[in-house]
């Protein structure tokens, strides 16, 4: 058991979250139960995240796509106010973390995902307020793109859209950034890699491959950004001697 004040401040200190201009608040959004001795986490504060934390009985739920986006309408009515309606009626504090749980050396999802890929990170790169969240580096071994792309099938359990350049048979040196980082695909051919996954696709990215010849691969945005969470939550749970669940609400996007 750890008091909720203390798990915030550890996490905020390890997230380095004041590196980070984001367009939402990184911390405590929801406070709820002083103390926290059991913990969920998933990829996004949803209506069936909360209902799932709240069966599962937890005192805290660990996010990465929060509330409280910049642009957002701000009366709290219809889906804003039923979900903070449940958390504040079960006490569930709601802790989010965006850029900083990207951008994480250890637990974020960019360095989930080499790991999971097994890819040897070179250095960081990309991010519109210059954190540099998103990775580059190479490959295990030089292989197809198509052998990337059933690589990326096989380990995130969902087949990629692969738009191909058409001009790289082999690749051994590449770039990615989870979640909706398509526009950071210019910085990625900048870096001289063979090919760039992300999370989305965007009309024009279309373009772009065709005309730099970087093979480019859409791995899903909630795809890539389940392993951060995850990692962070195992950590905590370790560290403060606490429960853990990770609840994972499928999405296709």
């Given amino acids: 058991m750890i008091s909720l004040k203390e798990l915030v401040t550890y996490c905020d200190s390890l997230l380095t979250v004041e590196r980070y201009r984001d367009y939402c608040p990184n911390g405590l959004q929801v406070e709820g139960r002083p103390e926290v001795r059991r913990i969920v986490t998933g ?31 701000a009366p709290v009515t219809g889906i804003k106010r039923r979900r903070l309606a449940a958390l504040l009626k079960h006490d569930v504090s709601l802790l989010a973390y965006h850029l900083p749980l990207d951008g994480h ?9 080499a790991h999971l890929f097994g890819f040897e990170v070179e250095g960081r790169f990309g991010g519109e307020s210059g954190d540099g969240v ?18 990326i099938e096989l380990r995130l359990g969902r087949t990629p ?14 770039a990615w950034c989870s979640g909706a980082a398509q526009s950071y695909i210019e910085a990625a051919q900048a870096l001289e890699v ?7 696709v965007s009309e024009y990215t279309t373009h772009w491959v065709r005309e730099t ?32 669940h990770f609840i994972d609400i499928d999405n296709p996007v």
């Fill in 43 to 73: 990829v996004s504060a949803s209506q069936a995240l909360i209902d799932a934390a709240v069966t599962d009985a937890a005192d805290l739920l660990l996010v990465h796509h929060g509330f409280f986006w910049k642009g957002e309408p």
């Fill in 213 to 244: 010849g970087v093979e480019y691969f859409a791995a899903g945005h909630h795809a890539t950004e389940r392993y951060g969470v995850h990692a962070l939550g195992e950590h905590l749970a370790e560290q403060f001697q606490l429960q853990h």
């Fill in 105 to 113: 050396e250890q637990y974020g999802n960019n360095a989930q995902l």
């Fill in 194 to 200: 063979q090919a760039f996954i992300s999370g989305e």
């Fill in 161 to 174: 859209l692969h738009l191909s350049g058409g001009q790289h048979a082999m690749i051994e040196r590449v």
């Fill in 134 to 151: 998103g990775m580059y580096g190479r490959l295990p071994h030089a292989m197809t793109p198509e052998a990337l792309g059933r690589q």
